[in-house]
């Protein structure tokens, strides 16, 4: 099951390859880069608050269904943090090649 957090992370991430290849003027690379930023940390939120909810629903319904629940939160919390790590990484790696080439040396 693919959970609709990952699919909108995907496509923010593609987006953000994107536009970091596409030929562009760094100061527009760096606006599109913080309304992706904003985009993706607003999904998380989002995200998040749907899980919370899920759980306040099922401390409701009782104790059992509430630690199941609890384990799946922290699986997701897990997820999503990996998710969030992986596109900074790719996206630090790719901001290091870039500054690489406006680097000189003496």
Not at 18 to 42: F, H, I
């Amino acid at each position: 099951m693919i959970h609709k957090g990952a699919i909108v992370l995907g496509v923010l991430a593609g987006a953000a390859v994107g536009v970091l290849l596409a030929p562009d003027s760094g100061k527009n690379t760096r606006a599109k880069l913080k309304k992706e930023g904003k985009d993706l940390k607003n999904q998380i939120t989002e995200d998040f608050k749907e899980v919370k909810d899920d759980l306040s629903k099922a401390a409701k319904s009782g104790k059992d269904k509430f630690k199941d629940d609890l384990k799946e939160f922290a699986s997701k919390s897990s997820y999503k943090t990996e998710q969030a790590i992986t596109f900074l990484e790719k996206q630090l790696a790719i901001l290091k090649e870039k500054n690489k080439t406006l680097q000189q040396t003496s």
